[in-house]
């Protein structure tokens, strides 16, 4: 009897496992609109690095200084930095269908214009619209891994998130090198039409639509909206330009700095007052948020700040181009695809502050790799380097992610996303600025410390002077025109050390911020 029971027993047990497994399930239309969501994000992180190969050419073709060039990553940068706030509050009022359907309309159109644009003035101008919606879709894609899927199938969505966080910087420059030596620049604008198109087919299938929240549009956070966007904008412009404008002894720096501080100021103050505000900063009380927040700002330096100044160093010191520049950077992108796929498994079985721990000291070694660089050290050498960063990228984004969102409700997903995104890309403005400026100081540095060393060796010195005449000589120079020749050819040659030198010396500066940022995680709760 006993037995007969239990027997009974077992099929109704297993049919309540069957029905909650069931319920886990994730419908296959939200994988859809999942991936669709991923691809956005994909294009959006990639246009921020894929002009940086061909901006001699659209400077050339629009007949651009070298200085309004620069504004056409800067005009990006700056709307993507202001749209990232926005994008939980639209996604709320607009939902999330149609506001990824207009966002991404406007991304599309706007890259056609950048096509076709006449000027420098339009180039920018249309850029800054591709910044403004691109900035949209990044903490979108992240808010629907977490809405649309439960916990356990989560750290797959992060993985999927990771690939487009730093696969998308790391092929940047090999696919607009490519673009740009085979075909023409125009076609880093085109290539995001095909995409596009995807995108809103996926996003129009697999999300359901939502009613437009009129009241949130009308009652918004507006003096949140303002101070948000006037200090994180100026901010952007102030790290972005301020080494070209001599910092502090620019009457423009020092202007925008001071705006952009008191709005900062005010807007961190309205945001914890305000009863719906823009983004919600109260979730900083949360004590592992709060770290991994830090956590994603030092990703952000070392990411975004690696990508800026590899290629900067193979174009000085050993004359890359664009292609060949691309062909070192790829190292560092595709073999994270290999990466990547594992990291959801491992999950599972060792802590995520562990896995974390682990991507921040590979990444940290791999700039440590990079401290003793000499005029030998070129793209060959560097590929060691690449191979570390690839291996910690994948073990950082997925796991630290995961680490981020405990604690964190569904209600709370979009601020929360907000508020890292918004720490990865300050990272790597504060990076680029910290790093632009060292160059220059350091390499100032390191050569006045050469040209004080040169009478320790000056016999050294002036036969290297002898040799370099003689070789000027040979090639049909008179002896005072060869003289003046070997000694420009010496000044070249110390200065190359002095700036091989400052990378030695930048790439030590962000080894050290990857080795607290290990700390950090090691000494986290999770």
Not at 61 to 73: C, F, H, Q, R
């Amino acid at each position: 009897m006993h037995s007969s029971v239990t027997a009974t027993e077992q099929p109704s047990i297993s049919h309540i496992e069957q029905v909650d497994q069931s319920r886990n399930d994730v419908p296959r239309r939200h994988w859809i609109a999942l991936i669709g969501g991923l691809i956005g994000a994909f294009m959006a992180i990639l246009d921020i690095q894929i002009t940086n190969s061909s901006l001699k050419d659209i400077q050339g073709a629009l007949s651009a200084t070298l200085d309004e060039s620069s504004w056409i990553s800067t005009s990006y940068l700056v709307a993507e930095m202001i749209a990232i706030p926005l994008s939980g509050w639209l996604s709320m009022a607009l939902g999330k269908r149609r506001y990824l359907t207009w966002t991404t309309v406007i991304f599309t159109l706007s890259s056609l214009l950048c096509s076709i644009s006449w000027n420098m003035t339009s180039m920018i101008t249309f850029r800054a619209l591709q910044g403004f919606s691109g900035g949209a879709l990044i903490p979108l894609a992240f808010s629907l891994v977490v809405q649309l899927l439960p916990v356990h199938k989560r750290a797959i969505g992060m993985a999927m998130f990771g690939v487009t966080a730093t696969f998308a910087p790391s092929i940047g420059p090999t696919l607009g090198g490519w673009l740009t030596e085979n075909l023409s620049w125009h076609y880093i604008f085109y290539i995001n039409i095909p995409p596009a198109i995807l995108l809103i087919t996926m996003v129009r299938y697999g999300l359901d639509d939502e009613p437009l929240n009129i009241q949130s549009l009308l009652k918004a956070d507006w003096v949140g909206i303002v101070t948000m966007a006037l200090g994180l904008g100026c901010l952007e412009v102030v790290l972005e330009d301020g080494n070209r404008e001599e910092w502090f002894n620019s009457d423009f720096i020092v202007t925008l700095a001071t705006i952009s501080a008191v709005s900062l100021v005010y807007f961190v103050i309205n945001e914890l007052q305000h009863k719906k505000p823009l983004v919600n900063l109260r979730l900083l009380k949360n004590g592992q948020f709060a770290m991994s927040c830090l956590a994603y700002l030092i990703l952000g330096m070392a990411l975004l700040g690696s990508i800026y100044v590899l290629p900067l160093y193979l174009t000085q010191i050993q004359h890359y181009n664009a292609m060949e520049i691309g062909e070192v950077l790829m190292w560092m992108g595709f073999p994270q695809l290999l990466i990547f796929p594992l990291v959801p498994k491992l999950t599972n079985i060792i802590k995520p502050k562990y896995l974390v721990t682990f991507g921040f000291i590979m990444f940290g070694l791999s700039c440590y790799v990079n401290t003793h660089m000499s005029i030998d050290f070129g793209g060959q050498q560097l590929i060691f380097s690449m191979l570390l960063r690839a291996i910690g990228s994948p073990f950082i984004m997925v796991p630290l992610s995961l680490v981020a969102m405990q604690g964190i409700s569904k209600a709370d997903t979009p601020d929360a996303s907000t508020l890292t995104n918004v720490m990865r890309n300050l990272g790597g403005a504060f990076s680029i600025a910290i790093i632009a400026t060292m160059l220059d100081n350091k390499t100032r540095e390191h050569l006045a410390h050469i040209k004080e060393s040169v009478p320790s060796v000056s016999s050294n010195a002036w036969q290297q002077l002898l040799q370099q005449s003689s070789y000027f000589v040979q090639a049909g120079s008179d002896a005072n025109t060869a003289m003046v020749q070997a000694q420009a050819s010496l000044v070249a040659t110390m200065q190359r050390d002095a700036a091989i030198m400052a990378y030695n010396d930048a790439f030590l500066m962000m080894s050290a911020f990857l080795a607290m940022a290990a700390v950090i995680m090691l000494s986290s709760k999770s």
